[in-house]
């Protein structure tokens, strides 16, 4: 452990400013609310509004995991769980069943989350109407009087041009029937683990100044059309490692003749499938009939 | 002259250890939290607003104190560094007892654009349980939760009711008995 930091990096008045930040969010659920961001041992776009709401919740008795696209081993997870093990002296895992806190950037793991553990997502564009709309009074407003017509508008573009929903991550959801919010970019996949999760989800926006919360239990709707349903991505494909087939699935070159692979994304997930003696999938592809149309 | 009483013995984990009490008893309406420190109380606070008050309030937030937790200004200003806020309306946390609460809506509601810039009231009541008369739905809770809080004025849930249909305005509750604390955020509806 690093002598000379208070525990967990933040100074006490900055802990206390980002919980009565945090308190709000959750007593407002996917409201974004203003916070002051301080300067973090990492750049702007490493994570570091996720650090900090990690930093402000994190005690002796946590057990802490770090995923980046859903692996524990990559360099953005693994540079983050060394911060807090040098800053905090808490215990870190790779199992999602044994952590209290989970900090994500992009994923939400397979496993199925549980009461009284909490999701910390790193957050790069908090706002949804961001891209529609620059002006910051303008989207304020917006939420202010819940008119998200604009959004509803740019999906129908996306069935008109395409013929189909084209957004594949960040997908927007709308929390407790009010909020217009950013899922942060997960992809669409993982849509469905918000809603009504019993875990707490938190969201931290460094470089944007903004922190947001989705409570246990609470309804995450991703936003559709009757004739265009929200539908989640499928693959032809089962895990090279572990074979399974219902886990999000990264598409990997591994030679130079284009050879590619389909692994988990979720490096968890497959390590505890190849404990379990899974392995990859023997026979011959299984039929393609459950491809997504819209993919 | 009195000696001050104490704060927190271990600031830094004090502080962590009440703010997920509390935390958790706001992601979980319904929910008891139970707070050990601070050691010593304040007169005018129980030991559960005490650690709200050295978790959450300092130099950044104006305080509105009841009559009845008036006592409590010096051992705020000490080891809070607090501003006492002269009405309930410019408050950012209030602190009062279950039988002199102002009426809910003399408290900062936000604004629709900021409902976060709300106050949180911090109200001690006489007796805090699970299974009670009162029912709770919405987020947070997975279907329902069944809780007592004693010692309410007549007309209280009313007033809570009326500001409902301010959302995303409101008032975010902790209700406080000695120890334990519990959360009533403003998205929760509470019937019977």
């Known amino acids: 452990m690093i002598e000379g930091y208070n525990f967990a990096y933040l100074d006490e008045q900055t802990k206390r400013m980002i919980r009565r930040a945090l308190l709000k969010a959750v007593a407002i659920p996917g409201y974004q609310v203003p916070f002051a961001s301080r300067e973090m041992p990492l750049p702007y776009g490493w994570g570091t509004g996720g650090i900090q709401v990690t930093a402000a919740i994190v005690g002796r008795s946590d057990v802490l995991k770090v995923i980046d696209q859903g692996a524990d081993d990559t360099t953005n997870a693994v540079s983050i769980r060394r911060l807090f093990a040098n800053t905090t002296d808490v215990a870190t895992t790779e199992r999602t069943e044994e952590a209290t806190i989970i900090q994500t950037r992009h994923r939400i793991p397979e496993a199925a989350l549980r009461e009284g553990q909490i999701m910390v997502f790193q957050v790069p564009i908090p706002e949804p109407l961001r891209w529609l709309e620059p002006r910051e009074a303008e989207t304020r407003r917006m939420h202010a009087h819940a008119d998200y017509s604009v959004m509803h508008v740019k999906l129908y573009e996306d069935v008109a041009r395409f013929g189909h929903i084209a957004t594949g991550y960040d997908y927007p959801v709308v929390v407790d029937g009010r909020y217009l919010m950013k899922p942060s970019p997960i992809p669409k996949f993982d849509n469905p683990k918000l809603d009504r999760s019993p875990a707490l989800m938190l969201f931290g926006a460094g470089r944007e100044k903004r922190i947001y919360a989705v409570p246990p239990y609470t309804a995450v709707r991703s936003l559709d059309f009757e004739d265009h349903p929200f539908r989640i991505e499928k693959w032809d494909e089962s895990c090279a490692l572990c074979g399974a087939s219902d886990s999000f699935l990264d598409e990997i070159v591994v030679d130079d003749s284009n050879k590619r692979m389909f692994v988990c994304s979720d490096s968890d997930y497959c390590q505890t499938r190849r404990a379990h003696g899974h392995g990859p999938a023997a026979e011959a592809k299984p039929a393609t009939a459950t491809k997504d149309a819209a993919e | ?192």
């Open chain 2, 1 to 192: 002259m009195r000696a001050m009483e104490a704060g927190f013995a271990d600031p830094v984990s004090d502080a962590q250890a009440a703010f997920r009490a509390v935390l958790d008893a706001m992601a979980r309406p319904g929910r008891l939290a139970h707070f050990a420190a601070p050691a010593e109380v304040p007169p005018g606070l129980g030991r559960a607003a005490a650690a709200l008050a050295l978790t959450l309030v300092d130099m950044d937030t104006a305080v509105w104190l009841g009559p009845a937790c008036a006592p409590a200004a010096d051992w705020l200003r000490f080891h809070c560094s607090a501003r006492l806020a002269a009405s309930p309306a410019a408050a950012r946390f209030a602190f009062a007892t279950a039988g002199e609460c102002p009426p809910l809506a003399q408290f900062d509601l936000g604004t629709n654009e900021y409902p976060d810039q709300s106050t949180t009231l911090v109200l001690e009541v006489p007796g805090l349980a699970r299974g009670g008369a009162l029912t709770l739905r919405g987020p947070g809770i997975e279907t329902v939760e069944h809780v007592g809080i004693a010692g309410l004025p007549s007309g209280f849930w009313g007033q809570r009711d009326m500001l409902h249909e301010l959302f995303p305005r409101g008032l975010d509750i902790v209700f406080v008995a000695g120890n334990t604390a519990l959360a009533l955020p403003r998205t929760t509806r509470v019937e019977g």
